[in-house]
């Protein structure tokens, strides 16, 4: 009696730890057989899930119940991957979830299942977090195959730069784990966002600014992340042009909508004024007109001694013409207005 009792102990731990999931191997491991659970099925005291998986309760299935069906269906040679083994690493971000995403070895063949997205990989044992249940793919390798999966190039630099902004993880390596992974789609796109990255660019719209703006339109490469104290308080600067006393802040959506943000951003670019310095700051419209961007940062430079000229960065571009051979010196020449 008391080895029945100590049995049904361990199977109510077992469900807890899988969130409310087993499978038929172990109800069957703990003395329950297949008339039960069809029995338990009708009378709605179970939902079956995927063939041999089992929810004890009906209903809605939380995502996290839905993520240990799908590995017991196709486990335990199968590990989370891309999306999913992000949102399980804690990663937080708008993950693709509609599906479950798995990673299994190359020669495992596993029949088509509702709401579960397979991909096999020759290299796949090298892929995997040791000790984790349900089996987990590197964090790494997460970000590089969710990045990878991404049509959009914008979306997929987002969210690599995300994934280091948040400090799960850096640009080093996950520049190391690209060079295992040859065959990954995308690879020359993400190595070029992660070499970005490298150089000091933390989020979508740095880079943005780097690739649209900066590289676009000739403009002399600029210091990332420059470390200011102010007193006892330190910031860091998106883009600062040294050797001319131009900043360029860029302010996404997060980080700076609440008072507090917006004082301190307001504070940092006073005490740069304060010291000579002159800070242009830049949003989401870069997206749409970087040129613009491009314009009045080349002006900014121009009035304090770069000698460079903005080059157009397509035919269509809005600084391209007169506009474009125009060398800005310190003279004062603001462009789209007669010298």
Request: aromatic fraction near 6%.
């Amino acid at each position: 009696m008391e080895a029945d009792d100590e049995r049904v102990r361990r199977f109510v731990e077992l469900r807890r730890r899988q969130q409310g999931v087993f499978s038929r191997a172990q109800a069957v491991a703990h003395g329950i057989d297949d008339g039960v659970l069809a029995r338990r099925c009708r009378n709605r005291q179970i939902e079956r899930i995927h063939q041999g998986v089992y929810a004890d309760f009906t209903g809605p299935l939380p995502w996290s119940t839905r993520v240990w069906a799908a590995w017991l269906a196709c486990g335990p040679e199968a590990a989370l991957t891309a999306d999913t083994a992000l949102r399980w690493h804690g990663l937080s971000g708008d993950w693709q979830d509609s599906s479950i995403r798995l990673a299994v070895p190359q020669d495992r063949r596993i029949d088509r299942r509702t709401g579960i997205r397979i991909t096999r990989h020759q290299d796949f044992r090298s892929w995997l977090l040791p000790g984790r249940e349900p089996h987990l793919v590197r964090l790494e390798i997460a970000v590089l195959t969710a990045a990878a999966s991404r049509v959009d190039p914008d979306r997929r630099a987002a969210l690599v730069l995300d994934a280091c902004r948040q400090r799960r993880t850096t640009p080093d390596r996950l520049l190391a784990e690209l060079t295992r992974l040859p065959r990954l789609r995308g690879r020359t796109a993400l190595l070029q966002i992660l070499t970005d990255a490298a150089t000091g660019v933390q989020s979508f719209l740095e880079r943005i600014y780097l690739t649209r703006v900066e590289r676009a339109h000739g403009l002399p490469t600029g210091d990332r992340q420059v470390r200011a104290a102010d007193g006892t308080t330190v910031n860091y600067r998106d883009v600062e042009y040294l050797p001319h006393g131009v900043i360029v802040e860029l302010d996404g959506r997060a980080g700076h909508a609440d008072a507090s943000s917006t004082w301190r951003d307001m504070h940092r670019d006073n005490a740069a004024t304060l010291h000579g310095k002159t800070t242009l700051r830049f949003g989401y419209q870069l997206v749409t007109d970087p040129c613009a961007a491009a314009g009045q940062v080349g002006a900014a430079l121009a009035l304090r001694g770069w000698p460079g000229t903005i080059t157009p960065c397509s035919p269509t571009c809005s600084l391209g013409g007169e506009f474009s051979r125009r060398r800005w010196r310190v003279s004062g020449a603001i462009p789209g207005k007669p010298s």
